[in-house]
């Protein structure tokens, strides 16, 4: 569990604390609950932030972070109620909203659809978080001034969250087609088609804020995204009757998401990175030779599962040593005495050692720290130097991956991949 997971579930664990200081009698108990409620709302955005700037968005961390939201709301709310602070009613529309929107989550996700949340969702949660801290404060300091700001507060959130529900379900309706004798006439209903498109190293977040406006103007496809550790999937999902062409339907607007997310785009559908690579080397009829280190044959292992890769691969090797670097890469022994072999200098000459001695066009090396041990304050656990040199040019990338020893191998070779399919297009 990493560190973005931990503070979601800080969330949940909160909740009791929060409760308990609300409905006691303790002395300034309802401003220690206002403070408890201010930090587990703001581990929202602070989980958010990790999981994104370090890459390390989970499936857990999907499934648990609007689970963690959902029941501080409702507790708070619940509690308020029961104070006699807000209304039943006002309880009753938030807290349904989200069993609904929860129903066309769950509809979406079974048609593989991860809809994003719009900036009303977003306006409407920190409406809600603020109305909440409000009323718990008795309008402090705003009574002062006998300014009913929790008042106000608290129906600009229902009011937001009327319509950000609104929102959802007008650009989540295609999901549940209701036609009259839809199970006696099934050649009626509406198909679904979706289109994959495959992006790396870019996150969720920049990909909403480079399609916000045409994720605004959605109507029919609709555009949702699908978010792995580095990777997320643009899904475009069509409505379409039997004599229409939903590729045809999509492509406007595939057209335009290429245009602005670009070179993060490394596949369509059922493509890997794996075999784009190997494509885009067969048909530029690129000999490649691979040197590893950290991933342990881990790259070459996926370069293979391709069928036509003998055609381009004249060489994997696994270099673990220094003493392998040094007789099979030609490494110098004072490069690897003064720089180590976890640097820029040695991952350099690993690769134009293959590059001169196997008669090839490429040339890629990988040599890092995949942990648990072995890290140090100038070299922590993650630094991993990538290499990849050709006859016109040589290039170095420095990385620095979190996670265990598994995720880190896994991050160098899908980077180190992403870099071949890069170099390629230059």
Not at 99 to 106: K, T, Y
Request: proline share 3%.
């Amino acid at each position: 569990m990493n560190l973005a997971n931990k503070i979601t579930l800080s969330r949940i664990l909160l909740i009791p604390f929060f409760m308990y200081f609300v409905l006691s009698n303790i002395v300034y108990g309802k401003y220690i609950a206002a403070l408890i409620f201010i930090i587990a709302a703001g581990t929202d955005s602070l989980d958010g932030y990790i999981a994104r700037s370090r890459k390390q968005i989970t499936t857990f961390g999907k499934f648990i972070d609007p689970i963690a939201d959902k029941l501080l709301v409702t507790s708070a709310l619940i509690t308020l109620v029961q104070l006699g602070k807000i209304s039943s009613i006002i309880a009753m529309i938030i807290i349904s909203r989200e069993f609904i929107i929860s129903g066309f989550r769950l509809v979406a996700i079974s048609e593989g659809i991860i809809i994003p949340a719009s900036w009303l969702a977003k306006l409407k949660t920190i409406t809600q978080m603020v109305a909440i801290v409000a009323v718990l404060l008795d309008n402090y300091p705003f009574s002062y001034i006998r300014f009913p700001f929790s008042e106000i507060a608290l129906y600009v959130a229902v009011l937001l969250t009327l319509l950000s529900g609104i929102d959802y379900i007008v650009k989540s309706k295609h999901l549940i087609p209701i036609q009259p004798n839809s199970l006696l006439n099934k050649q009626s209903m509406s198909n679904l088609f979706s289109l994959a498109i495959r992006t790396f190293n870019i996150s969720e977040s920049e990909i909403q804020h480079l399609l916000q406006d045409l994720i605004i103007k959605q109507t029919n496809p609709i555009i949702s995204t699908f978010s792995e550790t580095y990777r997320v999937t643009i899904y475009l999902t069509v409505t379409y009757d039997k004599n229409m062409d939903p590729e045809l339907l999509c492509n406007p607007l595939k057209n335009e998401i290429e245009k602005r997310v670009g070179r993060f785009i490394y596949g369509f559908d059922n493509d890997t990175m794996e075999s784009v690579v190997v494509n885009k080397l067969l048909k530029k009829n690129v000999k490649i030779a691979i040197a590893e280190s950290c991933t342990g044959g881990l790259i070459i292992s996926r370069l293979i599962t391709i069928s036509g890769i003998s055609n381009i691969l004249m060489e994997g090797l696994v270099t673990y040593s220094n003493q392998s670097k040094i007789l099979r890469l030609h490494v110098k022994p004072e490069t690897l005495q003064q720089y180590g072999a976890v640097s820029e200098e040695t991952a350099k000459e690993m690769a134009i050692g293959l590059l001169q001695n196997y008669g090839i066009d490429m040339a890629l090396s990988v040599t890092g720290i995949a942990g648990p041990n072995g890290g140090s304050v100038e070299k922590p656990v993650g630094l991993v130097y990538i290499c990849i040199a050709s006859k016109k040019s040589v290039s170095i990338y420095k990385h620095q991956f979190s996670g265990d020893r598994e995720n880190i191998r896994e991050m160098s070779c899908m980077f180190a991949l992403d870099h071949i399919r890069l170099f390629i297009a230059e």
